[in-house]
């Protein structure tokens, strides 16, 4: 919820140009509540939008939720502030449905406030499709594995939270000789490679790990709640189903591994630039090779 700048304009916005006669002929739900955050008056669509048999004099209390606190916000009104609260709302018996509500304070010429003014509205797919869009841009187009941005931003979250980052390991991995690869059989080859090599990590990896190509035919997998021996391990399992896997026209194809963790208190610079020096070791220990740095 934030408050806007001149609570009186938007009342007299709500107000003073829909003729109340008129309420019920909208598609947005309008209501109006006294000092006592009751309301007093309402049209169908209110009603319909939060699935709730209103009767005058129903408190806010019976629809609201914990993601869209009308009770909160109506408090704000009556203090003299205009407010806008969203959220997802759980109607009784009615699918999730995403709310957008505007509220004002009514104020008699004298200044002094009488109750409040509002409007909601179903604003649930353009939500959808706001979610929608959101993931796509966290994610990268070739792998549909999240991007190095989506990556950057997980890492940072969890080195801001001391449950998740004290024992958290961190995976970088690069497709062995990946040039020899698109220089023999083709880059339409060697996407389907990359694409096939991602799908088998994000198979392969628990649910609450993350997985985002870094770059080129890198990788970097962020498991929280991971030690650095229990990183290995798993960098360990995913190199030998890389290993074992036919991928299409490639005879064999294999990844190096390094791995490093958030112990002992390190930034995302220092786990990145660890796990990246023990991928360079792994990569000098002949390739398809695990390596990791404490």
Known sequence: MSPMADPR???????????????????????????????????????????????????????????????????????????????????????????????????????????????????????????????????????????RKKVNDLLAAVAEN??????????????????????????????????AIAQLLRRNIRKTDAIGRWGGEEFLIVAPHSTLSEGVRLADKLRQKVNDEPFGPVPHVTCSFGVSSFEGGKSVEQVLKDADEALYVAKNMGRNQVSSKR
């Open 9 to 147: 304009e938007h009342q007299d916005a709500i107000t003073a140009r829909i003729d109340p006669s008129s309420w019920d002929e909208l598609p947005i739900g309008l209501f109006a509540f006294d000092l006592g955050g009751r309301i007093i008056n309402y049209n169908d669509a209110f009603i319909e939008l939060l699935g709730v048999s209103v009767t005058t004099g129903l408190a806010f209390e019976r629809c609201t939720s914990p993601q869209l606190n009308l009770v909160e916000a109506s408090n704000r009104v009556l203090s003299g502030e205009t407010v806008r609260v969203s959220g997802w709302y759980h109607g009784p018996e009615r699918q999730p449905r995403f709310i957008r509500a505007t509220m004002s304070p009514s104020v008699q010429h004298d200044g002094h406030i009488t109750g409040g003014v509002g409007i909601i509205e179903d604003a649930t797919e353009q939500r959808r499709y706001e979610e929608r869009m959101e993931h796509l841009s966290s994610l990268d187009p070739l792998t549909e594995l999240y991007n």
């Open 162 to 195: 001391p449950s998740q980052s004290s024992d958290a390991a961190v995976i970088m991995l690069d497709i062995d000789y990946f040039k020899l690869v698109n220089d023999t059989f083709g880059h339409p080859t060697g996407d389907l490679v990359l694409r």
